[in-house]
């Protein structure tokens, strides 16, 4: 209730600055629509938004998928061979360091224009943390616990699978709860470099015609959009969190 | 049980040991005494590889070890943790279960098999802890400051089980303060930055000035 309220109050009192700026500054509406002429646009509209969020929705939650699964299976291919981790480490790094604009247009000329695009760029953005997460989980076994198993002389796979994964399970949660928070990025660059729906199609759209209203109409869903598959993904993986022994 | 010629290690992320000689008699229950960092870990972490360093020789692959902290997976239950060596050796039976819930009788937690780890007290943590020790039926104990983090009553009565349970095996262990287990060890050693020096009697331990130049290595 309080988090509803607290919600509620912050967007009352950015919109109140919004409606100021455009009534001190006195601006066109093409440069900076006020506050009632998005929510008028929206409200008429509906459908409009909607059809284009889900694009961008499906989007997003298949590259989060996707992306959790690869990034948790490298981890665990690469979790035990510090010499397969030095060779690998430098090309996982390079994939994130090559901004994503930069790599779309050669995704576009393999995948073309449909999802499969949108979903690599997304999974790209996502798998890294996960990574780099879950490996960090898998190297946190405090000295006790190792020496605890090692004195146990199980077998080497059940180990990994009964006793080390887990373990390394609220860390790749983590992983997935920061890749969420950019993963919308993946997408709407995607859409942006062609694309025929999706938000960020809608945003380059209304652009190219001067609707000004729509383009902030459709940021404003994307926001909505970004916080609610970040609060699904937080949700989600707190389950996670049972397998939590050690900080 | 345990012979160790002219040892002396080091681990990566571990502190160095001195070179060390030392023999213990099977049946024996030591304490190991030492400030941190002198490589009290270090020796168990040797003792507990399998090969061990050749300057260890040891009648028995059949070690058990406990931690300072009660290594105990969260989401398994107390049964389940105490066979948890023979599930990950594939041994997992309905007579190891029966045998886990035994041992759990024995340290008096009776009735908390199917509870799961993390929602068991720290001494009840240390209790599961034991039960493990135990099931593994090994001849070598190696204890690691098991007490440690127990207030004053639960250390006692971890001494005491200890002491009415592993009365068959040979026991080393590693412990700051000698007196949470007097009654039960019949023998200190000291290790410092320089030698292990021992056996002491524990007796010279009864006041806090004497264990303190023991640890320095002034006795």
Same mark, same amino acid.
């Given at each position: ?247 | ?9 080091s681990y990566p992320g571990y502190p160095p040991l001195a070179t060390i000689d030392w023999s213990i008699v099977r049946g024996q229950h030591v304490a190991l005494l030492g400030r941190s960092g ?55 039976? &309905?007579?190891?279960? @029966?045998? /886990?819930?035994? !041992? ?7 009735? =908390?098999?199917?509870? #799961? ?64 287990? &007097?009654?039960?060890? @019949?023998? /200190?050693?000291? !290790? ?7 056996? =002491?009697?524990?007796? #010279? ?15």
């Open positions: 209730m309080i988090r509803v309220l607290r919600g509620l109050i912050t967007t009352a009192i950015l919109l109140t600055l919004w409606a100021g700026i455009v009534w001190i500054f006195d601006l066109p509406h093409y440069i900076l629509p006020g506050p009632e002429r998005v929510i008028s646009v929206l409200w008429t509209r509906p459908e409009l938004f909607v059809h284009h969020a889900l694009i961008t929705a499906a989007e997003i939650s298949a590259g989060l998928a996707l992306g959790g699964i690869f990034g948790l299976a490298v981890a665990c291919l690469i979790a035990d061979s510090p010499r397969l981790q030095r060779w690998t480490m430098p090309a996982l790094v390079i994939s994130q360091a090559l901004p994503v604009f930069a790599l779309a247009p050669i995704l576009m000329l393999w995948l073309g224009y449909g999802f499969a695009s949108k979903l690599a760029m997304t999974t790209l953005i996502v798998f890294f943390p996960v990574t780099a997460a879950t490996l960090s989980g898998f190297r946190a076994l405090p000295s006790s616990w190792s020496d605890t198993i090692t004195a146990l002389r199980g077998q080497r796979l059940r180990i990994f699978w009964q006793v080390r994964f887990p373990l390394a399970l609220p860390f790749a949660g983590s992983g997935l709860r920061i890749a969420a928070s950019v993963a919308p990025i993946g997408a709407v660059v995607g859409e942006w470099m062609g694309s025929a729906g999706g938000l960020g199609y809608l945003m380059l759209h209304a652009n190219g015609r001067g609707q000004t209203d729509v383009l902030f109409a459709a940021l404003v869903v994307l926001c909505g959009l970004a916080l609610l598959i970040w609060g699904i993904t937080n949700h989600l993986t707190r389950s996670l969190n049972r397998y939590q022994a050690f900080d | 049980m345990l012979t160790i010629r002219q040892l002396d290690l002198v490589g009290k870990s270090t020796l168990l972490k040797a003792l507990l590889e399998t090969p061990k360093p050749p300057q260890i020789q040891c009648e028995t692959t059949r070690i058990a070890y406990m931690a300072q902290s009660p290594v105990l997976l969260p989401w398994l239950s107390a049964r389940d943790n105490v066979m948890l060596g023979a599930r990950l050796r594939g041994e997992r039976s &309905s007579e190891t279960a @029966e045998i /886990a819930d035994a !041992l759990l009788d024995r340290v008096g937690l009776s009735g =908390l098999a199917a509870r #799961a780890g993390g929602q068991l007290s720290g001494g009840q943590k240390s209790r599961v802890a034991l039960a493990r020790c135990l099931f593994e039926e090994a001849e070598l104990v190696l204890l690691d400051e098991p007490f440690a983090g127990l207030d004053r009553s639960t250390r006692i009565d971890m001494a005491e089980l200890c002491r009415e349970l592993l009365v068959d095996q040979t026991v080393i262990l590693v412990t700051h303060d000698p007196r949470d287990a &007097s009654d039960w060890l @019949e023998a /200190a050693w000291v !290790l410092s930055a320089q030698q292990l020096s021992g056996p =002491l009697d524990l007796q #010279a331990f009864q006041d806090d000035r004497e264990l303190i130049r023991a640890l320095d290595g002034a006795l």
